[in-house]
């Protein structure tokens, strides 16, 4: 049996990161977005400005619906891929 919620990780790419008083440090695909639409939708709830970078993206992800966790996005591939194992890991100890 596999987990409902599954370990999702990307190749490198850019994101948006931004901080807002309800949700803190968010990163967003920076290929789904653009800075200005981001910078709209956040609205007052925007802290600062929005950056951008490059990096690998985890989260959890149920495939076929619509929930997922938020990523995190770590600069070095050997940092995402070991959060990504110890996901991997968790899972196999559920089941």
């Known amino acids: ?3 409902f919620m599954q370990p999702q990780m990307t190749d490198q790419q ?26 709209k939708a956040l609205g007052d709830d925007l802290v600062g400005s929005i950056g951008v970078t490059t990096g690998y993206g985890v989260r959890r992800s149920a495939p076929g619906y619509l929930d997922c966790t938020p990523w995190e996005v770590f600069g070095a591939l050997e940092d995402a891929q070991e959060t990504y194992d110890e996901m991997v890991a968790e899972d196999e100890e559920v089941e």
């Open 1 to 3: 049996m596999t987990s």
């Open 14 to 39: 850019w994101w948006f990161y931004y901080d807002t008083i309800s949700e803190g440090t968010t990163w967003v695909p920076a290929e789904l977005f653009s800075k200005e639409n981001v910078a």
